[in-house]
């Protein structure tokens, strides 16, 4: 804990170092003590009764305008330490939380008021709302789908899910994929366009509240891990809704999406080291204790050196992905969030966390050996829940091909 007022006047401030002193208590109460029970909550009783939690102490309305009762939180370091204290509990159980302010932003960057005045009251509510930002398509014979909806390169032009206007209503068609809260949400931020061959101008993001005619869903893929993150298939068939749920219009819509992936990128690196994180603590404790030939684990030269990789990689990872968090919230400094040089930015913050959860996820199951990979000391689980924050939002290698993005002209 005491490794964020190293930030303190850097990237942190007073408030920030609240907020992870908050959430750390919520997670050392509600989610610690019962983190081993949360893959098999199938009908997601115990991840309802968390989320409600965070709900409580005022997370889900925390994005919103203070019009509509939310408390304008909006600075992406803050965001950050929240996405790290939380994973450090359950990544899965941040990734549902937060996804709801995902696909609201749009809409709140945008004032759209009709989006706004017909679903932020109930969001700002005391009762678990949640939205789904979805993006991802399934590919097909000719390819497409997956990474190819957020690859740059593209320009929106792999989108499939079509949205016309009708009078004063988009008529959606189009199937979606894998997106966070999809099927429990009670609001859809869908990613569509008007015309693939309109590329980046034709790119529409649109509202849809759940329970409209037209729109259904596949069953809750089973996944290795983030049980609290629900993922299934989304058809969208004639499904109607009012022309004013469109976030912005054409261009801003692209801009709005563009953020949108650049933003994930960084707080999702905040997650991967909120895992890193939880798995570092157990293994110090668990190697300081085992005794092998005579002395503690972590006594061998063997697993200190081990050890200190881990340590340098936690410590590295934090501090790139708090500056890139910095820079999002510093426009005026580091230039508009959407340009390439942002965009590389956090793709470096992205990429390298993952690698380094993965890694330190991994190289801790080999120090504790059998006991690493049983399910008693939850390292199992981080490293289950570490390895698809490597594969999710495009992916090491559509990350990594951003990352060039910022430093030559790369259409890759
Ligand atoms: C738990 C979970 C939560 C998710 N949440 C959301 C969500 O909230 N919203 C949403 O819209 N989606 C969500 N997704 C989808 C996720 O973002 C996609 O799975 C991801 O973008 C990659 O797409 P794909 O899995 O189809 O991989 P593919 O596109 O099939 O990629 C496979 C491989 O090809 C690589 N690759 C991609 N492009 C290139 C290229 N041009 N050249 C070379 N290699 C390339 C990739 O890096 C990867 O290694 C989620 C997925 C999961 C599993």
């Known amino acids: 804990m005491e490794y964020w007022e190293q930030y303190l006047g850097l990237f942190l401030k007073e408030e920030d170092l609240e907020m992870a002193r908050v959430v750390r208590s919520f997670v050392e109460k509600e989610i610690m003590p019962v983190r081993h029970l949360i893959d098999d909550d199938k009908d997601h009783t115990l991840i309802r009764k968390i989320l409600q939690g965070l709900t409580n102490l005022g997370l889900q309305k925390a994005p919103f305008p203070k019009a509509y009762g939310g408390s304008e939180m909006n600075s992406i370091v803050t965001a950050s330490v929240l996405h790290e204290e939380l994973s450090r509990g359950d990544s899965g159980i941040c990734t549902a939380a937060n996804v709801t302010t995902w696909a609201w932003l749009p809409a ?58 009708d009078g004063n209503e988009w008529v959606i ?31 529409a993001l649109i509202y849809v ?19 609290a993150d629900v993922n299934c298939a989304m058809y969208l068939e004639d499904v109607r809704v009012p022309k004013e749920f469109r976030a912005a219009g054409p261009r801003k819509d692209f801009e709005l999406l563009e953020y949108n992936i650049i933003l ?17 603590e157990t293994v110090l404790e668990y190697t300081g204790q085992r005794i092998v030939a005579d002395k503690p684990i972590r006594d061998h030269s063997i697993a200190a050196g081990m050890l200190a990789d881990m340590a340098i990689a936690i410590e590295t990872a934090r501090t790139y992905y ?91």
């Not at 037209?214 to 069953?219: D, T």
């Not at 994930?264 to 570092?280: E, K, W």
């Open 108 to 165: 709140i960057i945008a004032g759209n008021k009709a989006v706004l005045d017909a679903f932020a009251p109930s969001f700002c509510g005391d009762e678990l709302k949640m939205a789904c930002f979805a993006m991802t398509e399934p590919g097909g014979p000719h390819g497409g789908g997956g990474c190819d909806i957020e690859n740059p390169s593209l320009h929106g032009k792999k989108i499939r899910t079509i949205a016309r206007l």
């Open 264 to 280: 994930a990128r960084v707080l999702t690196a905040a997650s991967a080291i909120g895992n890193a994180q939880a798995t570092f």
């Open 209 to 227: 509240p759940a329970g409209v005619n037209g729109l259904s869903f596949g069953k809750w893929e089973k996944k290795a891990g983030m049980e």
């Open 322 to 412: 708090l500056l890139t968090a910095y820079m999002l919230d510093h426009p005026e400094k580091y230039g508009p969030p959407t340009s390439n040089y942002i965009r590389s930015r956090a793709s470096i913050a992205k990429v390298y966390a993952a690698d380094v959860a993965v890694m330190v996820t991994n190289k801790a199951m080999e120090l504790m050996g059998a006991y690493g990979y049983a399910r008693d000391y939850h390292v199992e689980k981080y490293w289950r829940d570490s390895k698809i924050i490597q594969l999710w939002e495009g992916g090491a290698q559509l990350g990594r091909f951003d990352v060039c993005r910022g430093y030559y002209e790369c259409n890759l």
């Open 173 to 203: 068609n189009g199937q979606k994929m894998w997106a966070s809260n999809s099927g429990v949400a009670d609001l859809y931020c869908v990613l569509c366009t008007e015309d693939p061959e309109l590329g980046e101008d034709g790119v």
